[in-house]
């Protein structure tokens, strides 16, 4: 769990647009997302399976859709290696 300061922690949880502004926040919010979400599924290792896929096939998605168009523009900008 990333350590972020108490008064940031329900901001970020209860704001309508979540927007964190470093790796800490961001990851705070993941983990929260995920705590909560393995309580109400009954605390159970089918809720740790869960959320362990959510979070690689979000992971996946990210860089399928964004990451590698993003390394393709940059190996025509600056030549491959």
């Known amino acids: 769990m990333p350590y972020i300061k ?4 329900e901001e970020l949880v209860e704001a309508d647009q979540v927007v964190p502004s470093d790796a800490g926040e961001l990851n705070y919010v993941f ?14 290792y089918q809720a740790f399976n869960d ?7 979000c992971k ?8 590698a168009p993003y390394e393709d523009k940059k190996i ?3 030549g491959d290696v």
């Open 60 to 67: 996946l998605e990210l860089y399928r859709r964004k990451v």
């Open 31 to 44: 983990t929260k997302i995920a705590h909560n979400y393995w309580i109400s599924c009954g605390q159970n």
């Open 51 to 57: 959320i362990i896929g959510a979070l690689e096939g």
């Open 6 to 9: 108490n008064y940031l922690r």
């Open 76 to 78: 025509l900008e600056n």
